[in-house]
């Protein structure tokens, strides 16, 4: 796979094409080893799909960022500084920090991990107010016409 600085780029059509290069065979037992070799490479494929392609830094424990809980209302903050791959929850100033799994980043408008290809961290800021929502009831009455 080429990879250009933290990136890793699979081609897809290149692993398919090499999976398939196997050829035809009329042994039963050679057509099942051609099997398992194509699912084994789709399933590789389907992992790189899934993960996001971003090679990012294992960390073992959450880095230290100048984010700060002070006038914070009550809430899921993503870190920007450490890439999203921290995140904070806030109560009354005080601050817990945690980790996300490794390969995946702190998703600021579901307010959950998730991979790295379903994150834009540079936006997560935007989706703070988003933690303004908690504790509050929506009104799901419906009125039924007669």
């Not at 699979?10 to 035809?24: K, T």
């Not at 903050?77 to 100033?93: K, P, S, V």
């Not at 991990?113 to 929502?133: G, H, K, M, Q």
Request: one cysteine or more; glycine letters at 4%.
């Amino acid at each position: 796979f080429p990879v250009s600085g933290n990136t890793l780029v699979p081609s897809p059509v290149v692993i398919i094409l090499w999976c398939f290069a196997c050829g035809n065979t009329h042994s039963s037992a050679r057509q099942a080893a051609v099997m398992r070799s194509q699912l084994a490479c789709l399933m590789v494929v389907l992992a790189c799909q899934t993960t996001g392609q971003e090679v990012l830094p294992s960390l073992k424990e959450v880095p230290n960022t100048a984010f700060s809980c002070l006038e914070r209302p009550y809430g899921y903050y993503a870190d920007m500084e450490a890439n999203c791959q921290a995140f904070h929850i806030c109560l009354n100033d005080l601050k817990w920090s945690f980790l996300c799994p490794n390969q995946t980043l702190f998703n600021q408008e579901y307010f959950v991990c998730d991979y790295a290809i379903n994150v834009d961290c540079s936006l997560a800021a935007s989706f703070y107010s988003l933690n303004d929502n908690f504790g509050k009831v929506e009104d799901t009455t419906e009125v039924l016409a007669e």
